[in-house]
């Protein structure tokens, strides 16, 4: 039986033939939106979105679904408390569509200093301009701070240093690989920034972040790039920001944008002073999408072929202490489930486990991860089988 993939977005049709060619029942559905999704994937193994929703109604539906994966980095599209309630592995593609978003990211910085969309309009318009626009600050020199040093974030990093600008950095991590300063507090690095650009996902914790107090932060006339989620922005408070501190915005994400790839926008923010806003094409170059669908194939190709999920992103975290039973014993049917046997008696449970075995395939080691420790009865029975060579019992 063919494993069957949905292809929920658009994606490289040269992609598409490479899981064809692998035997692999693929349909494609690039208009699908997030109500659509239910009634089409009750019998599909593998679903691939970009920034399609896939809600609780969806995972509900899909009878045979194993694996989602977000063809780009974040995956807050995807509603993974359902996916976990099913057993449903959620992948992702990171890092590949981070030149893209930093390229896009650099070129708002330039366009927002020298005004070049509105440059475009007015001569469209038939106006001409020339000493308004003749008053550029430039950014050689300017201080950037960037908010979130991931793949995005140093990638922008490398740009703007290659620009002459003083980049800062805020992330909620060291930050390393890359030559620039880093601050630890929003309250130090927003009031130096000329510019400041955001590269965050979007968590319970980032969701709101840059509101009235972040904006009374920031310097007067300073420009302020989104590139990453809408969500991190309180867009009232962002529209009193731009009137009060004349702040000029560059956004290629916003509240409420539309699913679809055409049809009417509408927002709090069309017709703002200040405000330029690009439709959702960071990551939406040909270079980026040939990455990232080559790092879906590859998810998919190792989880047919090995079971293996590369970025597997709802994987629990597994607490900080834990105790690791390690037991070698005879590769021999039954040995296992004896060792299994002895630890629900004694009512515990296994966390993570991993059985490995030796060449000639004659002895393995079982290492498990328990949510208690093992009494010395229970190691001692353990033991007693004359199966098992040795037992180890630590806490880690």
């Known amino acids: 039986m063919k494993v069957k993939v949905l292809i929920a977005d658009k994606f490289p049709e040269e992609h598409i033939q490479k899981l ?31 920034s399609t929703k896939v809600n609780a109604a969806t995972i509900e539906a899909a009878k045979n679904l194993n694996l989602i994966i977000r063809a780009g980095a974040g995956y807050n ?54 000493a308004e626009y003749s008053k550029a600050d430039g950014i050689y020199g300017k201080t950037l701070a960037i908010i979130g040093v991931g793949n995005i974030g140093k990638e922008l990093a490398k740009r703007a240093l290659a620009f002459g600008m003083n980049v800062y950095g805020k992330d909620i991590r060291r930050i390393e690989g890359v030559a620039i300063k880093d601050f630890s507090e929003m309250d130090q690095i927003l009031p130096i920034a000329d510019v400041v650009s955001i590269h965050l996902p979007s968590t319970p914790q980032t969701k709101g972040l840059f509101n009235d107090e972040m904006f009374s932060y920031m310097r007067d006339g300073a420009l302020l790039i989104n590139t990453s989620r809408a969500e991190i922005i309180d867009e009232d408070a962002l529209i009193k920001a731009i009137e009060q501190k004349n702040l000029r915005v560059a956004l290629d994400v916003f509240a409420d944008e539309p699913e679809g790839k055409t049809g009417s926008v509408s927002s709090k923010l069309q017709g703002q002073k200040n405000v330029y806003i690009t439709h959702h094409i960071g990551a939406s170059t040909k270079q980026a999408q040939d990455a990232v669908a080559q790092e879906t194939v ?3 190709m190792k989880y047919i072929n090995s079971g293996i999920i ?72 353990i033991r007693s089988n004359p199966n098992v060579l040795t037992v180890s019992h630590i806490s880690v």
């Open 298 to 300: 590859d998810i998919i």
């Open 77 to 130: 599209n995807i509603n993974v408390a359902a996916a976990n309630k099913k057993g449903i592995y959620v992948a992702n593609c990171p890092g590949k569509n981070s030149i893209a978003v930093a390229e896009l990211a650099m070129g708002l910085i330039i366009s927002a200093d020298r005004r070049i969309p509105d440059n475009v309009s007015d001569f469209n318009n038939g106006v001409w301009n020339k």
């Open 20 to 50: 064809r060619d692998a035997e692999i029942e693929v349909i494609c559905q690039e208009k699908l939106g997030e109500n659509d999704l239910s009634d089409v994937v009750e019998d599909v193994d593998i679903l691939v979105v970009r």
């Open 310 to 381: 590369a970025h597997w992103v709802n994987k629990a975290v597994m607490p900080d202490h834990l105790y690791q039973l390690a037991v070698k014993h005879f590769d021999k049917p039954g040995v296992l489930a004896s060792v299994f046997d002895v630890l629900r008696m004694g009512d515990i449970n296994i966390e993570e486990i991993e059985n490995i075995i030796f060449e000639d395939g004659i002895v393995a080691l079982c290492t498990m991860k328990l949510q208690s420790a093992a009494t010395n009865e229970m190691l001692k029975t």
